[in-house]
């Protein structure tokens, strides 16, 4: 695997879970407000060796919960299922950031994972728009995918999972937000996360666009939407704003 980093300890990657996290090369989304731009190129080969990685958790066992497997877009790359395989083995437990662009590799992971967040960028209609990249049905095909492990596989233990859409002003997302509420609830998301996009290590396009919002209205629509998503009736809503 093209490894891109790699950090020691994280509280925030993986919701109530002391987890390292290992940043995987490469996305085929072109998110506009991406903080992580330099590692989106595919090209570009790894800086960090797996057995860096398993050395540190060789290091922290009792001491970690487990790792997270990020990027860029982890299941691009082909060796994440038996990095996630070699993670259980060591005692250590699998999550998993995805934006669900690769619901076959999804699907080889799954049994192997103990937590997912997965973003829904948009509306299925609106992907190429919100990612430069028409990727919507497989992305809702993977949602559809990661409730279907939460809720049936007893055998492998349960799957915890986090859906968070990500908004700023003039996303998709932004304005059918209400309308995005309706269809995650209507494919029983219990989980979700609404996370205002922030500025910092974005594309200079990105900062540049933010300078031109208007704040007063952004608050006012900011406010909507966790209004909209507090009362939507998820087991659990949390709201991460700038």
């Known amino acids: 695997m093209a490894i891109a980093g790699l950090v020691p300890l994280s ?21 506009p407000y991406c903080q992580n731009e330099a590692i989106l190129d595919p090209k570009v ?13 060789a290091r922290r066992a009792g001491l970690l919960d487990g790792v997270v497997l990020t990027g860029g877009e982890a299941l691009r790359q082909a060796g994440v299922v038996d990095a996630a395989r070699r993670v259980r083995e060591m005692g250590f437990g699998v999550g998993l950031h995805t934006a669900g662009a690769y619901p076959r590799a999804l699907a080889k992971i799954l049994p192997h994972t103990d937590w997912v967040g997965i973003d829904v960028k948009a509306m299925p209609d609106d992907y190429a728009a919100a990612t430069g990249f028409g990727a919507g ?4 095909q993977s949602l559809d995918a990661v409730l279907e ?31 995005l509420l309706g269809e995650l ?31 007063r209205a ?25």
Do not use: H, I
């Open 11 to 31: 509280t925030v990657d993986w919701p109530g879970k002391l987890a390292a996290v290992v940043f995987l090369q490469g996305c085929p989304l072109a998110c």
């Open 218 to 242: 952004w608050a006012k629509r900011l406010a909507e939407m966790v209004d909209a998503a507090s009362r939507a009736g998820f087991e659990s809503f949390e709201a991460r704003l700038a």
């Open 137 to 140: 049905a497989k992305a809702w």
């Open 149 to 179: 492990a939460s809720a049936e596989r007893a055998d492998v233990g349960p799957l915890d999972y986090e859906v968070r859409t990500t908004v700023y002003p003039g996303a998709p997302a932004t304005e059918r937000f209400e309308e």
């Open 45 to 57: 080969p790894g800086a960090v060796p797996w057995s860096q990685v398993e050395a540190l958790l």
């Open 185 to 215: 609830r209507a494919r029983g998301v219990r989980n979700f996360a609404l996370q205002e996009a922030r500025t910092d290590g974005t594309p200079v396009a990105f900062r540049a666009q933010a300078l031109a919002w208007d704040r």
